[in-house]
């Protein structure tokens, strides 16, 4: 699909942002491009028997600093960081939703897992107390449409209201979807993004036992190592991004502050196995020519690619191989970082927080780094913007999720002229 229709072009007007590099947007971006690591060892739950013991933790957040008391303690803590986000991201764009507005503004937040501590802590009460006990929020709590129902009602936006599952890719869905809604007419405007809390004891046993998860415990500011040859796996992080889109002219109307527009929204499917992908990376290059494609936007006009790089041994090689396979010679002049070498991997949040952080490069004509790049591996050996930030005039940007079970996405950004 491209942009002809009804010629309706969708910007970027608002950014919020809960991350373990911080809960602002400008205290977030100045430890990006620093090359600061949000990895710490675990120490809120007992983890001696989990080989992976370390995550990019939020160890700053206070719910009632965003949420009314009673109504948080009500939310899971992926909700509660969403409400936040967004909360943020409204202010950012100085938008006011009121009865004139609320049907045209809608909702749309992804997550991986949902609840996965509310689901822990009363499966343990039901376990030890008996079903009596079991909180009768546990339900509206730990569905996975919570975040995008409870910025709903908080926020009073009555447009449309979803959420998407698609594991790693839920957040970048969520964007795609809303730039989607916007441009067929369904919405004027979106709060767009995902949101994740899973450092868990289940989350993290779960994902170690799958040795998808760093081992490297004694040196946790080191563990996240994407496209390194001494890579041994992802860390698991938490947080939410959010992006307030919108039609352009009803950005102009308001007369709001535009970060940048979304070009491109690119699908593909691996129809291949339940968490790797095909090795010659030919889905994924086609997700990101679908994107291309969808925004006319030639091969040679992307500045910088966001990878999902997330540090396990087979992703980062066969996503070397698709940005090979989708640009050619070219590949080798792009600057690429994973910005999860610092973040972690915040599964369903990892796309919409790394959606700000490329609406920010745009912004700035800066690259964050990968860290922790220190002896490439040999199947990867294009411009990863090693170890530290540079800065480059980014005019074009595109940003990659590829999630559990086959799902990849490709989102596109570029300078609003």
Same mark, same amino acid.
Request: hydrophobic share 40%; charged share 25%; glycine share 10%.
């Given at each position: ?8 072009r ?10 373990p ?5 400008d ?24 080989a992976?013991?370390?995550a990019?933790?939020?160890k ?10 009673k109504?948080? /303690?009500?939310?899971?803590r992926?909700?509660q ?9 409204i202010k ?10 609320e ?17 822990e ?7 030890s ?5 079991v909180?009768?929020?546990?339900? +509206? ?5 919570m975040a995008?129902?409870?910025?709903s009602?908080?926020?009073g ?10 594991a ?13 809604i916007i441009?067929r ?5 979106m709060?767009?993004?995902?949101s994740?809390?899973?450092i ?9 036992? @799958? ?8 040196? +946790? ?5 994407p ?5 041994d796996?992802?860390?698991?992080g ?16 308001r007369?709001? /502050?535009?970060?940048c ?14 968490t ?5 990376g030919?889905?994924?290059?086609r ?8 925004g006319e ?13 997330t540090?396990? +041994? ?7 191989a ?13 600057n ?5 070498s610092?973040?972690?991997h915040c ?9 700000v ?14 860290i922790?790049l ?10 990863y ?6 800065? /480059?005039?980014?005019? @074009?940007a595109?940003?990659n ?9 490709t ?7």
């Open positions: 699909m491209r942009n002809e229709n009804g010629g309706r969708v910007v970027v007007t608002g950014l919020g942002i809960i991350s590099l911080g809960l602002e947007v205290k977030f971006w100045n430890n990006l491009i620093s090359g600061k690591s949000g990895v710490s060892r675990i120490e809120h739950f007992d983890v001696e028997k989990i992976s013991r370390i990019a933790q939020i700053d957040f206070k719910p009632e600093d965003y949420i009314d008391f109504q948080a /303690r009500r939310m899971d992926f909700a960081f969403a409400v936040a986000a967004a909360s943020d991201a950012d764009s100085g938008l006011k939703i009121d009865p004139v507005n049907d045209k503004i809608g909702v749309l937040i992804g997550s991986g897992v949902g609840g996965l501590a509310t689901l802590q009363q499966h343990e009460k039901l376990l107390k008996g079903a009596d006990k909180s009768p929020f546990v339900i +509206p709590m730990m569905i996975c449409n995008a129902a409870q910025v009602i908080i926020s936006a009555k447009g449309p209201v979803g959420t998407t599952t698609t790693c890719a839920a957040g970048s869905n969520a964007i795609g979807d809303a730039f989607e441009k007419g369904d919405a004027e405007i709060i767009a993004g995902g994740e809390a899973a868990t004891p289940l989350g993290m046993a779960g994902f170690s036992n @799958m040795q998808a998860l760093s081992s490297r415990n004694d040196e +946790p500011e080191k563990a996240s190592r496209f390194d040859k001494d890579r796996g992802f860390v698991m938490e947080g939410c991004g959010i992006l307030i889109l919108e039609e352009l002219k009803s950005a102009l109307k007369d709001a /502050r535009i970060y527009e979304i070009f491109g929204y690119g699908l593909s499917g691996e129809a291949y196995h339940i790797a992908l095909e090795e010659s030919v889905n994924a290059a997700c990101m020519k679908n994107c291309l494609n969808e936007i030639k091969l040679e006009e992307v500045d910088y690619i966001n990878a999902h790089g540090a396990t +041994p087979l992703n980062d090689a066969i996503e070397t698709a940005i090979k396979r989708c640009f050619g010679e070219y590949a080798y002049n792009i690429i970082s994973s910005t999860k610092m973040v972690g599964l369903g949040a990892s796309g919409a927080i790394e959606a952080s490329v609406v920010l490069t745009i912004i700035n004509d800066t690259i964050p780094p990968t922790n220190d002896n490439p591996d040999e199947k990867c050996d294009l411009n913007t090693a170890k530290v930030s540079q800065k /480059r005039e980014v005019n @074009m595109i940003s999720s590829m999630g559990f079970g086959g799902h990849n996405v989102l596109g950004f570029k300078k609003y002229l």
